[in-house]
Structures are given as C-alpha cells and as structure tokens.
C-alpha cells in the first residue's frame, strides 16, 4: 500500500506544479493578447485616418508573426529554464518532499541492510525491508514518469 502512495506522491506534487504553472502562463498570454489587442485597435484607428487599408493589413501580418515568433521564442526560454510555479514557498515544499521520502527511504533501506551484514540483526522486519524496497522503487520510478509527463 506504501509503495502506491509512494508513486503518488511525485504525480500529485507534479500535478499541483503544473496547476500553478498553467494559471501563471493563462495569466500572462491573456495580458499579452489583451496587450495586443489594443494596441491593434489603437494603430487600426489611426491608419484608417491616415494611411490606406492594404498599409495596416500588412503590418497586422507582420506583428501576428512577430507574436507568433515571440510565444515561440518563450515557450522555448521556459522549457530550457524548465519554468517552476513562480510562487517560491510551493516549489521549495515540493522538492523538500521529495528529498526527504526519497532519500529518507533510501537512508532506511541502506542502514538496515549494513546492520544486517554487520550484526546479523535486522533493524526491519523481511516484510518491512520489502515494502520499503518497493516504496524506494515506485517512488522513484513514478516520480521519473511524473517528470517526464508533466516536462519537468
């Protein structure tokens, strides 16, 4: 049962990042678009006083494609970076959840194996020692798959 909570543990800190990054990022294309939009009307006001339609269509054109170019440009920036949620103290719980299961558990696997080569004391249980084998594995493991579906 622990090792299916552990292989949770990495899809639900994941999926809480990416919740986060999403609304960060709806936020911040809407502004832009917003940005955009009146910026457009405002240019589409002025040329039609002064400058014939053909003029403003073009540059429409050119500005959609450098809006394309630039959305581009940023989702390539933010997958180099590898963009977190933004907001510090949910980062930082996650990867300190992280290191604490998945490292604690290691701790845990590795001193009760050197106790049981040493002493021939077991410091677990043989079930104890098998699930939290397991626990390190699904944990691990699901955490990976997390990271590489969510492309963190």
């Known amino acids: 049962m622990l090792a299916f909570i552990a292989g949770a543990i990495p899809l639900i800190t994941k999926g809480v990042q990416k919740f986060f990054e999403g609304k960060k990022e709806k936020r911040d294309q809407e502004f832009e678009l917003k940005k955009i939009e009146v910026e457009y009307t405002a240019k589409a006001s002025m040329?039609?006083?002064?400058?014939?339609?053909?003029?403003?269509?073009?540059?429409m054109e050119a500005k959609k494609m450098e809006w394309e170019y630039e959305k581009e440009r940023i989702k390539s920036i933010a997958e180099i970076q590898k963009i977190k949620t933004g907001i510090k103290w949910i980062d930082a719980s996650i990867n300190l959840v992280r290191a604490l299961f998945g490292y604690g558990a290691v701790v845990i696997f590795l001193v009760s194996a050197w106790n049981?080569?040493?002493?021939?004391?077991?410091?677990?249980?043989?079930?104890?020692?098998?699930?939290?084998?397991?626990?390190?594995?699904?944990?691990?493991?699901a955490e990976r798959s997390a990271k590489k579906a969510f492309g963190n």
């Open 116 to 141: 049981l080569w040493t002493t021939g004391n077991p410091l677990l249980t043989q079930p104890q020692f098998s699930e939290t084998f397991f626990v390190i594995l699904f944990y691990f493991f």
């Open 47 to 59: 040329a039609g006083k002064v400058a014939d339609a053909e003029a403003l269509k073009s540059e």
